[in-house]
């Protein structure tokens, strides 16, 4: 498998931007997800990738070497579309072979190539049907087991299963998580789905308009967002935001009534506090803390949303189980400062990250 | 008054069962969930309570009242479709007035009420607008507006929250919850997403393949589901679900997992309800959130598994254990310290533990 | 590390560039050769008196070149703005009953009932039929002993047997009564393909907020088949300015000059009269003047529609 590269890239269609000064290197075997709301430049992404279009500037590399103005044919990459784009008249084993035999590739080879990753895949015994009388979690498999069949130098998925619905979806992550594991995969995978992009990505890129705003790992982007922008896309139930300001070591929101000191931070100005729904504390109304009122409640089982209203502010608290709250009730928030980021009120920058 | 009845309700496409004789009661100012997978006759239950189907068996009362002669533009209910229906060739106050004007409303009494919803929905600086300029997540509000407008005593939903993005989605969720609070109507509301239902109805009616599954509080459905559908439908990441055998090998009860090993029975509500199963043959289901991962060492029951995948989802770590042909995931808090590959217990607590009957899928011995 | 350098075109869009113009060249000189030289050998023609007596091949036509000469006697032909004015009659009663007509049949058809399929089969049926065969249709239906009389005669009791073709205004129903025959099915077509393009779920929508089948035809339907109306609408007048076969075959223009259209007129003018400059003047004259109309007319839609979107 091969590492992809991409660096000083800038692609616009007429005014349009598409993409913006990329500089993104996927390593050898890595789960690579790029992950950001609709039309943020994610699928041009794959498309320079491929060479299904030239980058204005800079340079794509695959395992090293430049390929910028190869052919999609020289790059040796292989595609899961959002669509799966089976042969709808050919049969499953057809399907798979398709990729091959356009190689010319002998025919002893093509069955033993075809068995393995059906075996993989556990898709033998769908090899005789036609895509029409596979389900939707099945076409899937054939669609990914296509793109296996070759052994491309790494694989590119944009949105593979966004169609399924969420059980199948959950499923099909664990198993390409383990395919991609077992087999020393490099994969290039596009989603829009957060929780999606956590669970299986090594490494994550998030986009915005064409830009790469941070790469890291799942636990860092969700631990360390480096903008509000990040920390508004990752986590659900969302990260709750409180705009203030901060002066002498400490975060004020006047209407909300929140006041949290902040150790070794030195700016001063408009700021934004973000805390996360399953890090703040509900207290009875006899403890210290912030004056709050119950909202709504939404009991989830495992755990129980409970929206409160601080000043004109909903903040949203995720508790374990499913305690009893009363609508309207007075309660007391209790915002641990070591729980606590602190972003730039104008430009949403990090100031400082939560301790913990 | 305007509680809800459904009585025998049954509807057929041709050869197709689409809503097999159902009953619901759905109470005055109650939100109600209609809950399934797609095809499950959740749509099709709510066209008909609206009048754009009509029921082939069975009758829908509204506080009491027969609805079968009345036609669906006097029956006079909100509806809120998933792609919105927003009339595109007008603007967004002409959406909003349709209603009132189509019903012969006074000209200052429209123009009051809807500068009102305007103001309610944050819809004001758009009115003028015409719909092709606006953002998803303002269609969405222009279609409850224009429903809402109208004051009707029932409001009904289908998956309103589908088309928008996550933010906005836990956002209109609290909203939606909050408004009928406000306004006391009664809401039923389809969706195919637990998480919504179980955020913001007061009742679950979970449906599957036209039949309804069970009825009950987001609590009760959750905790005492009725059969493996609800068990596995409810929850995420779903209830775990391990077919095996009971076993009563000299006296002491026990789960007989297959390659995966035995697990002892100690927990007194689970034998009381293993005694009743009617065949050996069950299902042992146990939530992601209540499996505690143990050092093998430990002598409760459960079983020995191996990490075979995890999974850090934000607030919560997923781990994926695995032995022999079973697989179970165990929710557990962020940054929980755990490696792939380590051999552990999966421990079964006492009282979280569920039993099915593994041929009809039905929960034994419920209480 | 990244060097500036020309935007550099992979070989699949080069070549998507480039193959669309060559694949497109021939057609498009045809199309030029096409348009543009009948045209401008009618222009030439109508600026002289040339004519096919004049032994002479048409492109000699500048030794008898006269420039706007033959413009010059368009306005003082009165048998010309006489068949004008007529066919203008007939566009003026045929497309609006047509256009009713056709409304109120999508109508029907936009909903379901038994036998929907046969029905709507033989509703198309008459713009199938050729032109000139149902204009001889027509003819035999109006003679003075035809079926149209006898039924007539059956319904009042008493003998009819009025001379529809004879007659100078009844000539001219008649004529209206086969084109609205013909061609109410095609504006019926294209207004059901609108009226069925309505999303239904905004229909469903307009019923559930209390809209009774008049305002959600007249608030929803309506408003979204302007488009299409404006099309049906110009089509068939652009069409039925152009009436000749049906006509020619009933009436033959006339009785007189009674249902003499443009279009009978230039025949005679050509075949009987032999002026062919003067029929390329006309030809040119009404070119002129309806894209005119067209160009004003669709001017004032647009502003219309610019206005409604403010």
New interface residues.
Partial sequence: MASLEL??INKSYGDTVAVAEIDLKIEDNEFFCIFGPPSCGKTTILRLLL?????????VRIGGEVV??A??KERNLAMVFQNLALFPHMTTRQNLAFPLTERKMEKSEVEARINSVAETLHITPLLKKLPAHLSGGERQRVAIGRALVRDPGAFLMDEPIAALDARLREEMRVELKRLQREQNHTLVYVTHDQEEAMSVADRMAIFEDGRIRQIGTPTEIYNKPNSRYVAELIGSPPMNFIDGTFADGKFTAEKENVIVAIDGVSASGAATLAIRPEDIEIRDSDQPGIDAKVYEVEPLGAFTIVDIIIGEKIVKVQVTGQPDFELGSGVRLNFDPLNCHLFDGVSGDIIAHAKH | MASIELINLTKKFGDLTAVNDLNLVIPDKEFVALLGPSGCGKTTTMNMI???EMPSEGSILFGGEDMRTI?????????V?Q?Y??????TVRKNLE??L???GVEKSEIKRRVQNMADLMRLNDRLDW?TSKLSVNELQKVAIG??AV?EPEIFLLDEPLSNLDAAFRAFMRTELKHLQHEFQQTMVYVTHDQIEAMSLADRIAVLDMGLLQQYGTPNEVYNKPHNTFVANFMGSPSMNLLPCRLTNGGGDHALDFGDAGTSMIEDGELMRRCKLARNADVVFGMRPEDIDIQPREVGRPGIDMEVSFVEPIGPRTVVHLSAGSHSIKVAKDKQYPIELGAKVKAEFPKGRCHIFDAESGNAIGLE | ??K??K???????REGKTLGLYMTLPAQLLLLFIVAFPLCMQLYVSLSWWGPLDGVKWYYAYESLNWFGNYGEIFSDAKFWGSLGRTFLIVAVVVPVEFLLGLGLAMLFADKFPGKRVFYSIMLMPMMIVPAVAGYMFFMLFQSSGPINDILSAISGTKVDTVWLADPDLAMISVMIADIWQWTPLMFLILLAGMVGV?E??I?????????AW?RFW??VL??MKTVMIIALVIRSVECFKIFDILYVMTGGGPGVATKSISVYILDLTFKDLEWSYVAAIGLFILVALSLIAVVGIYYMQAAQKKA?A
Avoid: C, W
Wanted: glycine share 10%; proline share 10%.
């Fill in positions: 660096s000083g060479g299904l279009v030239a980058p204005d500037t800079g340079e910028t103005d052919p999609p | 609206a009048g754009i036609p669906a533009n006097k029956r006079d209910v909100g509806f479709f792609n229906a927003i009339f595109t060739h007008m349709f209603g004007k189509v019903r015409r224009r429903s109208t | 590390m990244t500036k350098k935007p550099v075109l992979t070989t699949l869009e999303p779920d905004q469903k929508a307009a019923t559930l907020l209390g809209a009774n305002h608030r929803i408003p979204r979107e």
